[in-house]
């Protein structure tokens, strides 16, 4: 298998500050499905074409952010071999029991350089994306909204950037992809466990363990103007697009969920290898390098969950 | 790195009857690019979006159909040990050097089961996209007609189908994605070395060693279409489409190039994982796991390259 | 007012053998919306951004095809001049009263020389779009399946063809923008009361009165797509497509109702002005002016419905 | 003929401080065609696909603006019909000889209560599309850049707005189909002459005379990404977009040329017939109205040209 160790991202706990808002928000408006709910209150959400039985967990909290994002391995023993480098780097593991996440099997957690919790698991129940697997139609008919196809990466702000981008290039065999610099230093690094242009993303930061948004993958720049006309009609609160990303020449728009959690619904444009060259944007150039239209930054973007 | 051992469809070789002809049908109606000719009149082309020297060698011959399909491994020692592995599978191999394909590293060839000839090599030359890697725009100006991004997987038409899935599967570490059964026959299989729903595909047959096609990405659905367009505008001989395809959900095209080698230009809307279940078409829905919409195959599309 | 005398096709009036399996055809498939139902059991749609009442009336009979087209004049005047005019070219002509279909006002009935019932009418009652007047939605959420924009014309086979192209240039106003011809013959002609690429188009025929297709628009070619996936979905009889016409440029994809009724969704590439040259296919190109791509008529495609 | 009286924006005179940057812009930038240069040192512009010899007329100048937009009538006596309106509503006119623009017949030239010249021709050189009338095929493979189909309309800043608007609705015949209100105040106010969301549209100013864009029609949401692309690519300065407009539902984007006239280029999303009902926004929803996705005006969007 050419694929294997880390395949992608598996989950994202989100923090909420209002459940039934969450839940209204990601389901009626994102067109995700909710699969189940636990004792904790949290509830567990897929987007259409996963097999997997959740992506996204809501967790009803006081303040709005990222409780943890999660990768599945590929085998169980992927999940020990990294749990051991990630020791090597000089971190803590802790192991999480199988189904303290409903249907997830037992996950490796550590706090990553730049404060993040990331975890790692090797098995989650699969439910089927509800088309059958003989003869299987494109899609289904009974999605609503925006029609989110994956979960499909994080960005992520945090300090200790450096160590970060060590460790997911050197423990967890992940590839750098992109990277605005100023001079000599990373400001923002993309970070590939597949072919995508990015499955996580970290931008250098003071402080640490922020969630600046979490992405899911649309099927074209027409879906992402249906989004964007969703976004409207909800009344949900844009933050920039649509667009075109410089970096991954992704095609974009960002909006809030009603906790103040960022959100990106995104169509892909571009692809990478292990023999890709690295794409480098320069700091003058940054404007660009995030919004490639407008090439300015703007103010409500640079801000980050709690 | 997720990515590993064997990374992509590298190039394939073309036999064709009129060099002028099909250079001026690859690079004017297609959008490749000539990179290279060598001394045995073989002319190197690459998509515009590829890193490497050339992924479509056309070979000036008295018949049409394919040379070789070759594939990139990630590293040289990836060359050796897919060797092996071949050799165990009761396979002769054989190793061309570098340089007989021009910017191209030692290959390992060897033939497959069905009769094809399949290369495997870890080396050739980056010449880039023709866009600078710092602050890149997202595509180029000057591609011409179709703008194939890249050389995409051909569908190969052979005998001793089940032991070329075998080798496919075991020995290079393919992974079955998707494929057309009639009872307990297997009847068509699409494998994948990355999370493209297919990287190179097989149908049982009678004779060995048939192109059925080779198959270029386009970047969406529109692109089909003006595709479809300039296959009327050049008079370029139409074979199928724009239509989807159940199998892959690919949107697609095929046509003929002045030899007779039938090509397709596509767009995807689907990708793999290893823990994707295998999605398997019934030969009584044959029609519709080829052609979704119409669901009927046509003559003209059973046909192959000699 | 630069728009005058007949606006647009205003309603098709077509025969269905069951009439619960065409409303859910119309309905579930194509996204038509009930508005009514008669004494006759006709059951009245309107497609989602139409303001009139209804724009098809699906009338259970025991053979399909088409009762009436009728198009909708601008002021109540337009209506006794063009009834004027249609007598003065030498055709009975009937009034229909007020209320005969619920919601529309008198009709002037004539049958055109190919033995078609064309009708006009000034009045109907208008039921509006769903969006509000003010600070409206681009769109709604809840139409269904293929989501058709508005009913937009028809094409029909008829004897006496030179005398209906007559009729609807001289006595009715339309414009001839596009027609095939076979040397000085006429074999199709393509006709406009607007800015559209054709609001009716005839074919010659030996046969009177014969219904072709009843055609829908669509936004998008991404929108064809989506219809064409439908039809395979809910395994409704494909006859052509997805493809482009030359004539008018359309993006295009044809399909049976259940009683054999030819509907075509497509959405529009192209616009003429009184001011355009009238664009000519000859009848050695009659392939390509069909179906732009595969440049061949089929059979299915050259029956009508009784 | 349904389509009478005027037709549709024949073209727009703009003003330019450097008639070679500006030339470069609209041809090698947008995609017009240099069709001819006068005496004047104007320079003679058409979209690829438009008839008449031009669309578009560049004059060097020292502020930039717009020196007046002309509409094509139908016929010669539609011209004196309007001559005539025109003076009844109580404005003088003045008639410009033919050949003052070369290819263009007589104009008549008034102007506007809000300070801007408009002109009306019956008469131009038809150059054609550089596709032949015997079997066409659906575009012409040789334009450039953004492709731009058509010139299709002009918003324009002035005062007496009211007046203006009754000279167009009452003495042209022009249809009001969208409008901005606050409270009994029409603060903007588009009208179409077709069955166009709008040829020509009116903001409510202080300031007399003054050109907001000269807006060009794409063929899609996808062509605008390509233009947005290009903006960036060829560092055009940027307004605002892509996004949808609310007024229109037209999906669109700004920038400026060298000289400072805002362009547009939009792709179409809406249709409107004489019996459609006045769309309003209400002046607490003007973001909506002008950008769907923001809801918020920006201040650039606000300047005019001299």
């Given at each position: 298998m050419a694929m294997t160790g880390i395949l992608r991202p598996g989950h994202v706990q989100l923090r909420v500050l209002d459940i039934d808002e969450a839940v209204n928000h990601y389901c009626e408006n994102m067109g995700l499905i909710e699969t189940d709910r636990d004792a904790n209150g949290r509830v567990y959400l897929k987007c259409w074409d996963?097999?997997?039985?959740?992506?996204?967990?809501?967790?009803?909290?006081?303040?709005?952010?990222?409780?943890h994002m999660a990768f599945k391995v590929h085998r169980e023993q992927d999940l020990w071999r990294f749990e051991a480098n990630v020791k090597k780097f000089g971190l803590d593991t802790q192991k999480i029991p199988a189904g303290e996440l409903q249907g997830c099997g037992e996950r490796v957690r550590f706090i990553a350089p730049g404060g993040h919790n990331i975890e790692l698991f090797a098995q989650k129940e699969q439910v089927g994306n509800g088309i059958p697997t003989t003869n299987p139609a494109p899609w289904r008919e009974d999605v609503k909204g925006m029609k989110a196809i994956r979960f499909d990466h994080c960005l992520l702000y945090g300090?200790?950037?450096?160590?970060?981008?060590?460790?997911?290039?050197?423990?967890?065999?992940?590839?750098?992809?992109?990277?605005?610099?100023?001079?000599?230093?990373?400001?923002?690094?993309?970070l590939s466990c597949s072919t995508k242009a990015h499955d996580v993303a970290f931008i250098r930061?003071?402080?640490?363990?922020?969630?600046?948004?979490a992405s899911f993958l649309l099927g074209s720049w027409e879906q992402v103007l249906k989004a964007a006309d969703i976004i409207s009609m909800k009344d949900i609160p844009l933050d920039v697009g649509p667009t075109?990303?410089?970096?991954?020449?992704?095609?974009?728009?960002?909006?809030?969920?009603?906790?103040?959690?960022?959100?990106?619904?995104?169509?892909?444009?571009?692809?990478?290898?292990?023999?890709?060259?690295?794409?480098?944007?320069?700091?003058?150039?940054?404007?660009?390098?995030?919004?490639?239209?407008?090439?300015?930054?703007?103010?409500?973007?640079?801000g980050v969950s709690s």
């Amino acid at each position: 298998m050419a694929m294997t160790g880390i395949l992608r991202p598996g989950h994202v706990q989100l923090r909420v500050l209002d459940i039934d808002e969450a839940v209204n928000h990601y389901c009626e408006n994102m067109g995700l499905i909710e699969t189940d709910r636990d004792a904790n209150g949290r509830v567990y959400l897929k987007c259409w074409d996963e097999q997997d039985k959740f992506s996204v967990v809501l967790e009803p909290s006081d303040r709005a952010g990222m409780d943890h994002m999660a990768f599945k391995v590929h085998r169980e023993q992927d999940l020990w071999r990294f749990e051991a480098n990630v020791k090597k780097f000089g971190l803590d593991t802790q192991k999480i029991p199988a189904g303290e996440l409903q249907g997830c099997g037992e996950r490796v957690r550590f706090i990553a350089p730049g404060g993040h919790n990331i975890e790692l698991f090797a098995q989650k129940e699969q439910v089927g994306n509800g088309i059958p697997t003989t003869n299987p139609a494109p899609w289904r008919e009974d999605v609503k909204g925006m029609k989110a196809i994956r979960f499909d990466h994080c960005l992520l702000y945090g300090d200790n950037h450096d160590d970060t981008i060590r460790l997911f290039t050197e423990a967890l065999d992940f590839q750098l992809t992109e990277q605005i610099v100023d001079g000599d230093t990373q400001i923002a690094a993309f970070l590939s466990c597949s072919t995508k242009a990015h499955d996580v993303a970290f931008i250098r930061n003071e402080e640490a363990g922020k969630l600046h948004h979490a992405s899911f993958l649309l099927g074209s720049w027409e879906q992402v103007l249906k989004a964007a006309d969703i976004i409207s009609m909800k009344d949900i609160p844009l933050d920039v697009g649509p667009t075109r990303h410089g970096l991954t020449r992704g095609m974009t728009i960002y909006y809030f969920d009603p906790s103040g959690n960022r959100n990106e619904v995104f169509a892909e444009d571009s692809y990478v290898y292990p023999d890709s060259p690295i794409l480098t944007w320069t700091v003058d150039n940054v404007g660009q390098a995030i919004f490639y239209h407008s090439r300015t930054l703007v103010n409500s973007f640079m801000g980050v969950s709690s």
